[in-house]
C-alpha cells in the first residue's frame, strides 16, 4: 500500500464544475503539498499546508491532521485547469512523499 | 517558471552511454533536491543537498548515480552505463530552510534510453 493515496485516478469535468480530489496518506507528516503538472512534466506548487484551510483564486486546500486527509477543490472549473494534480506529503525527515497523482480533463 | 532551470529539457541516448543533467536552483536556496518520474506514477525521491553537502540518497540511486553540488550552487546528476530502465523525467526542486521547506520545480528533463 502507498504512502499517500489519490482518488480519483482520473477525473473528467464538463466547464463550470465544481470539483474534488482526494488525499490520505499514512505516515506522519511536517506538512501537505498539492502540486500541479502540465503535460510538458513541469510542476508548480499550488499549496502547502499543515492544518486547516487554504484559498487561492479558485482553488480550495483543506487538510484534517487527525483523519490524514486533505482534499483540492476547484470551483468553476475550467478547461485550463486540465492537469495532473499531485498530493505530495513531507514527512519528519524533510523527504516529500508522492501520491500516483489525478488526471483531471475539463472540457467545454 | 519557478526560477529554477534544469538543462537539457530532453536527452536521447543510447544505452550504455553516460549522461549528466545540471540543475540551476533559486539563488539563495540552500536545499536542493533531485526526483525521478516514470510515466503515470507520482515523482520519486532519489537525493538531496543541503548546501554542498548531500544529506541523503535513497535505495533507488544505485552505484550507476552520482550527483554533485560542488559549490553549494547548481548541481548535477550523472548517470553511468545508461539502461532502458532509467527513461525517464528527472526532476531537481530547492527550497529554502526558511521558508518552511516549501519546494520549486524545475521543468525536468526527459530522458530516453534506446
Known amino acids: 500500500k502507498n504512502e499517500v493515496e489519490q482518488s480519483p485516478q482520473n477525473l473528467t469535468a464538463q466547464e463550470g464544475e465544481f470539483i474534488t480530489i482526494n488525499c490520505s496518506y499514512s505516515?506522519?507528516?511536517?506538512?501537505l503539498h498539492w502540486l500541479q503538472q502540465h503535460p510538458g512534466g513541469g510542476i508548480v506548487s499550488l499549496f502547502m499546508?499543515?492544518?486547516g484551510k487554504k484559498k487561492h483564486g479558485r482553488l480550495i486546500a483543506t487538510i484534517n491532521i487527525q483523519e490524514k486527509h486533505s482534499s483540492l477543490h476547484i470551483t468553476a472549473s475550467h478547461p485550463r485547469d486540465s492537469a495532473v494534480y499531485i498530493c505530495?506529503?513531507?514527512?519528519?525527515?524533510?523527504?516529500?512523499?508522492f501520491g500516483t497523482g489525478t488526471r483531471l480533463q475539463v472540457f467545454p | 517558471d519557478t526560477g529554477v532551470s534544469q538543462d537539457p529539457r530532453h536527452k536521447i541516448t543510447k544505452r550504455g552511454q553516460n549522461v549528466t543533467f545540471r540543475c540551476d536552483p533559486i539563488?539563495?536556496?540552500?536545499?536542493l533536491y533531485w526526483y525521478r518520474q516514470t510515466l503515470g506514477q507520482g515523482p520519486e525521491f532519489l537525493t538531496y543537498?543541503?548546501?554542498?553537502?548531500?544529506?541523503?540518497k535513497s535505495r533507488l540511486l544505485s552505484d550507476r548515480f552520482s550527483a554533485e553540488r560542488p559549490k553549494g550552487s547548481f548541481s548535477t546528476l550523472e548517470i553511468q552505463r545508461t539502461e532502458q530502465g532509467d527513461s525517464a523525467m528527472y526532476l531537481c526542486?530547492?527550497?529554502?530552510?526558511?521558508?518552511?521547506?516549501?519546494?520549486?520545480f524545475g521543468a525536468g528533463t526527459r530522458l530516453s534510453v534506446l
Open positions: 539563488s539563495e536556496h540552500n536545499r
Open positions: 543537498f543541503q548546501n554542498e553537502a548531500q544529506l541523503e
Open positions: 499546508l499543515s492544518s
Open positions: 526542486a530547492s527550497s529554502l530552510d526558511a521558508e518552511g521547506n516549501i519546494q520549486y
Open positions: 505530495a506529503v513531507m514527512g519528519q525527515d524533510d523527504k516529500l512523499i
Open positions: 505516515v506522519g507528516i511536517s506538512a
